[in-house]
């Protein structure tokens, strides 16, 4: 999982709005060496496919990207859902493929076909695949402000036991942004 939440842990307004991703952190900051989107671009390189949820995906239709602001390439995305079952119009040209069943079905399903390293996005999804032992990395890019309220990464999960976060790391950006990784340990 690559993804970003406010400092006080929550992925999006109570709307599902991020707007205050643009808005926040010091735009003008030199960053050096590093990159601006913060190493989105080398992560996307990493992976063979994406695994999304429907209000992700839905977020990601509402921007009306063009293809030089489209960020996923060419890599296949599965869109886990229960009620949609094509893609909305704006993504039908974007190699995303609805999904609706079983998420170990949808894993043994993938690695069949090859692909090995998912990306997956979406706070409920992200949820399920812990929920699931399913994640092995995680990359949380905090950005400096605080919403007070909105839709959590961390709403709770379905296993009551302890879950072991190791290498842990962080980097400060610049611009304000702190990006922690962390693998998963025993669950």
Same mark, same amino acid.
């Given at each position: 999982a690559f993804l970003a939440t406010s400092m006080d842990g929550f992925i999006a307004r109570p709307d599902g709005s991020v707007d205050w991703l643009e808005a926040c952190g010091n735009s003008n900051a030199d960053m050096g060496d590093d990159p601006t989107d913060m190493g989105f671009a080398k992560f996307m390189k990493s992976i063979d496919c994406i695994i999304m949820g429907r209000k992700s995906m839905e977020k990601i239709d509402s921007m009306n990207l063009n293809t030089e602001q489209w960020p996923y390439g060419s890599t296949p995305i599965f869109v886990l859902s229960q009620t949609v079952k094509v893609p909305p119009p704006g993504l039908k040209e974007r190699n995303? &493929? !609805?999904?609706?069943? %079983?998420?170990?079905? +949808?894993? *043994?399903? $993938? &690695?069949?076909?090859?692909?090995?390293?998912?990306?997956?996005?979406? =706070?409920? /999804?992200?949820?399920?695949? @812990?929920? +699931? %032992?399913?994640?092995? *990395? !995680?990359?949380? /890019?905090?950005?400096?402000? $605080? +919403? =007070?309220?909105? @839709?959590? +990464?961390?709403? =709770? /999960? #379905?296993? &009551?036991? *302890?879950?072991? $976060?190791?290498?842990?790391?962080? #980097?400060?950006?610049?611009? =304000?942004?702190?990006q922690e990784t962390f693998t998963f340990g025993d669950m």
């Open positions: 995303v &493929e !609805m999904y609706n069943g %079983d998420i170990k079905c +949808l894993i *043994e399903h $993938l &690695e069949t076909n090859g692909y090995h390293r998912a990306y997956v996005d979406g =706070g409920v /999804t992200i949820q399920s695949f @812990i929920d +699931l %032992d399913l994640i092995s *990395e !995680m990359i949380i /890019t905090r950005a400096p402000v $605080l +919403l =007070g309220a909105g @839709i959590p +990464l961390f709403p =709770g /999960t #379905k296993n &009551e036991k *302890e879950i072991r $976060l190791q290498n842990c790391t962080a #980097k400060a950006f610049a611009n =304000g942004f702190i």
